[in-house]
């Protein structure tokens, strides 16, 4: 009925469809800019309470980042990349895998699907890296090393210096 109306409102109306692009960009704008603002950080059990509540979390999950750090009242999350949930889930928004009003990780652009996984096992150790990198390093330069006398390369003629003798000039020849 609404999306009718809508329509009809477009097509009607040649400015239609640059009004209510405004309006919907308008309200996407305004939705989140103040409503996830932090805070200040909650100094009593009563302003921690509000807080969890303000983020949808229940008093026991709600832990702030400390106050130091600058991030006001707002939830220390668990460090999950998005790769690590469940794929068949039901989400609201599932090219994010998120829910409508779930709080959004401190660190959101670390965590994304296309990006690291801190949950997730290095598929080698660090001392398998390690072990790799430094052997493809000294195994290079055993190679430079032991072959420094071996060199292979085009034949080039020695410089030729005005005062080492007569030369050839590649010029055209002078009449006489």
């Given at each position: 009925m609404a999306f009718a109306l809508v329509k009809k409102a477009i097509i009607s109306n040649p400015?239609?469809?640059?009004?209510t692009a405004g309006i919907f960009c308008n309200a996407?704008?305004?939705?989140w800019n103040y409503q996830y603002k932090p805070?200040?950080?909650?100094?009593?059990?009563?302003?921690?309470?509000?807080?969890?509540?303000?983020?949808?979390?229940?008093?026991?999950?709600?832990q702030p980042y400390?106050?130091?750090?600058?991030?006001?009242?707002?939830?220390?999350?668990?460090?999950?990349?998005?790769d690590s949930?469940?794929?068949?889930?039901?989400?609201d928004s599932p090219e994010f895998k998120?829910?409508?009003?779930?709080?959004?990780h401190m660190s959101a652009e670390l965590y994304g699907e296309d990006r690291y996984d801190i949950s997730m096992r290095p598929?080698?150790?660090?001392?398998h890296q390690?072990?790799?990198?430094?052997?493809?390093?000294?195994?290079s330069f055993a190679l430079f090393f032991f072959l420094e006398d071996y060199k292979v390369g085009r034949p080039v003629t020695a410089k030729q210096y005005p005062w080492n003798g007569p030369h050839y000039e590649f010029c055209t020849p002078k009449s006489e």
């Open positions: 400015q239609g469809l640059r009004k996407a704008r305004n939705h805070g200040a950080y909650p100094q009593t059990p009563e302003e921690r309470a509000a807080a969890a509540k303000k983020y949808g979390l229940t008093i026991e999950e709600y400390p106050e130091h750090m600058g991030y006001g009242d707002y939830p220390k999350l668990p460090d999950i990349g998005a949930k469940d794929p068949y889930y039901p989400y998120r829910n409508f009003n779930e709080p959004i598929r080698f150790s660090l001392l390690w072990t790799w990198f430094l052997g493809t390093l000294a195994g």
